[in-house]
């Protein structure tokens, strides 16, 4: 009966030490509760981080503005409020400009797996963890960074290169995206995304840009707008993984590990997810006849890259820390021949 006891002491220990050894992750994230890659990383990837830490770590997500506004994350994370986020690294812009190039270089690279490759092993990881440090030193671990999809551009009329965004009317947002457009001769206009459909459809603008290819279909825009550029031209928006300090360092170095590994491979599987529906809804929309998919060519795509380096030098001469988040670009960039 003793033995009886110790061993039921002894598992109530146990037990106790393994509930207070529990990490629970909570991070905002900057996308909508709806979207698919919300819902699938919460519903996929939350259950497979407690399957691969045997329940010591946790995640609960969040979507965009639910806890606090989406360019106050860092403020939240550093006062316990969250743990970290899952945010677009151009949010942050307005504290540097180097935010902007770290988090879109307009027209820079073809595919997010070139973006991934950059932020893990290119050296943009370490970019961004410098950057950070020089904002808000101590703060902020960044864990990882990347991209799941390549924004298709929206239009009504037919681009198929440079030199017919000549006069066109887009719907851009201010900052590097809307200095790329209009040194490419196009007029950006500056509205929400929720105007984007009637002012499509009332001659207001002739293009937008707006989000992924099926988020563009399902949302509506081919509809008035027939004549969608994919795979897109412009924008790649680049998250960031980034948790406290010392909730990171309060974990082993295994641990850590795990975390860095669950987040490319989560990344990773979103954005193959995100490419078949893109493929799949592209190929059903050719087939119908209505719509016209133009895919500019890689000189094309070349040529306004050259267009977008303007707009890139300028925003780099802004700050020292936005000069080294270019060059760290550069650098990657120059070394796949890119640039």
């Not at 900057?30 to 770590?57: C, D």
């Not at 007029?187 to 002739?206: C, H, Q, R, W």
């Not at 707006?210 to 279909?217: L, V």
Request: with cysteine.
């Amino acid at each position: 009966m003793k033995r009886v006891l110790a061993l039921a002491v002894a598992a109530a220990v146990s037990t106790g030490a393994a509930a207070q050894a529990e990490t629970v992750l909570k991070l905002q994230t900057s996308t909508q509760s709806g979207a698919f890659e919300y819902q699938y990383m919460a519903e996929e990837w939350g259950k497979r981080l407690a399957a691969m830490t045997g329940g010591e770590i946790t995640v609960e997500f969040f979507p965009i503005n639910s806890i606090v506004d989406r360019k106050e994350t860092p403020e939240a994370v550093m006062a316990g409020v969250l743990s970290g986020d899952i945010n677009s690294i151009a949010y942050f812009t307005g504290r540097n400009p180097a935010f902007a190039i770290m988090g879109d270089l307009i027209a820079g690279y073809d595919s997010p797996e070139q973006v991934q490759t950059f932020c893990r092993h290119g050296g943009g990881r370490d970019a961004l963890q410098a950057l950070w440090d020089s904002v808000l030193p101590g703060a902020y671990h960044i864990v990882g960074c990347g991209a799941v999809s390549k924004e298709a551009l929206v239009s009504k009329v037919e681009i198929t290169g440079v030199d017919a965004l000549d006069g066109v009317k887009i719907r851009s947002p201010s900052g590097l995206a809307a200095t790329v457009f209009q040194k490419a001769g196009a007029a950006p206009v500056s509205m929400s995304i929720s105007d984007v459909f009637t002012s499509l459809e009332k001659g207001v603008i002739d293009a937008a840009d707006a989000s992924a290819y099926i988020n563009n279909s399902t949302s509506g825009f081919h509809q008035v707008a027939t004549y969608p550029l994919y795979p897109g031209i412009h924008s790649m928006a680049i998250r960031q993984f980034a948790i406290n300090k010392g909730v990171w360092d309060s974990l082993s170095e295994e641990q850590q590990l795990v975390l860095e590994t669950w987040f490319y491979a989560a990344y990773d599987d979103v954005r193959r997810q995100l490419d078949l529906k893109d493929k799949a809804q592209v190929a059903e929309d050719t087939a119908s006849g209505d719509i016209t998919v133009i895919d500019w060519s890689q000189a094309e795509r070349d040529k306004f890259r050259a267009i977008a380096v303007e707009a890139w030098e300028e925003t780099a001469d802004k700050s020292p820390e936005a000069r080294k988040a270019l060059d760290a670009h550069y650098e990657f960039m120059k070394s796949i021949g890119l640039l």
